[in-house]
């Protein structure tokens, strides 16, 4: 059975994406996508991002909707992965044509991805299945492995309230909606 999420924002605006029913495969709800893009507005356009736990695509294809140059994809679930290939390859075929976005999407496990890549991102999204929730060390990674800019974004969805070293992040914004708290937060430049 298959479920669907539809852009909400941007180029793409009203497009329905399908993903495949997955244990913890939970997108974000488009009121908290709304929120979060509104509070990216000004930092979306032509930033490299990253979607760190990607599962639907709804953060990263909302990103490649309001004009990022790039979105990198990271799943490790083989059947999430495949699905968000095929809606990748749809994207970028259409947007060839006209030298806008690109969309990368690889299998892997995020922390292992971070470890291994090191070219910075602008923002990263972080929303992985609650049962396995973030933890302060995933967080920890993105610091020490310099996966993202000086100055760069972190998005946060968790099922409760994390904090971070704020010798490292500045909290700019944060809410609660029913058991999602969501924040953002600016990596601190040296």
């Known amino acids: 059975m298959r479920q669907q999420i539809r852009i909400i924002g941007g180029k793409l605006r009203g497009k329905k994406i399908s993903f495949p029913a997955i244990e913890g495969l939970r997108p974000t709800p488009n009121r908290i996508r709304e929120t979060l893009f509104n509070w990216l507005m000004n930092r979306v356009l032509r930033a490299r991002c990253l979607d760190a736990f990607a599962g639907s695509g709804a953060l990263g ?26 809606i990748a390859r749809d994207f970028n075929a259409g ?19 971070l470890q291994t890549h090191p070219e910075p991102f602008d923002i990263i999204f972080v929303d992985p299945p609650f049962a396995k929730a973030c933890s302060l060390q ?19 969805e968790a099922p409760n309230r994390l904090t971070l070293n704020p010798q490292h992040w500045t909290a700019l914004k944060s809410k609660c909606a029913g058991s999602v708290y969501y924040s953002l937060y600016e990596r601190q430049r040296e």
Request: no cysteine; proline share 2%; charged share 15%.
């Open 138 to 156: 995933f967080i920890d990674l993105i610091q020490t492995s310099n996966t993202l800019k000086p100055g760069g974004l972190l998005y946060l």
């Open 61 to 86: 294809f909302e990103a490649f909707s309001r004009g990022a140059d790039e979105v990198v994809f990271i799943e490790k679930s083989a059947i999430a992965y495949n699905h968000l290939q095929q």
């Open 95 to 113: 947007a060839a044509s006209d030298n806008e976005s690109h969309l990368q999407v690889i299998h892997a496990d995020a922390a292992h991805y």
